[in-house]
Nanobody, 123 residues
Framework: VQLQASGGGLVQAGGSLRLSCAASGRSFSSYALGWFRQAPGKEREFVASIGVSAWRSTYYTESVKGRFTISRDNTRNTVNLQMNSLKPEDTAVYYC????????????????WGQGTQVTVSS
């Protein structure tokens, strides 16, 4: 599976951005999908994930709950992250990832990674 993230940019605090990740390859619908982010000088951290079950369970890190929404479209092989009410502390490079463990919150649990897209939130 190859992943290509897009949609990053510069936005003022309180604004919104929608990140997208397009996947190529087989069996997209069988992978759990996640978004991680990495700010300068910090470790990569979990942001959100969505499972493969019929219920497509979603998981979020506490700091983005109520502001970010992850979704997937298996017909288009895409996973999206809608980010609202952005804060300066959301500034980071955002990565999409695919793996086989639904609900995983650690980077090693994911097997495939996109190249990252920069999100900058100005105060």
């Amino acid at each position: 599976v190859q992943l290509q993230a897009s949609g990053g940019g510069l936005v003022q605090a309180g604004g919104s951005l929608r990140l997208s990740c397009a996947a190529s390859g087989r069996s997209f619908s069988s992978y759990a999908l996640g978004w991680f982010r990495q700010a300068p000088g910090k470790e990569r951290e979990f942001v959100a994930s969505i499972g493969v079950s019929a219920w497509r369970s979603t998981y979020y890190t506490e700091s983005v709950k109520g502001r970010f929404t992850i979704s997937r479209d298996n017909t288009r092989n895409t996973v999206n992250l809608q980010m609202n009410s952005l804060k300066p502390e959301d500034t980071a490079v955002y990565y999409c990832a695919a793996g086989t463990v639904s609900g995983a919150r650690t980077a090693p649990a994911y097997d495939y990674w996109g190249q990252g897209t920069q999100v900058t939130v100005s105060s």
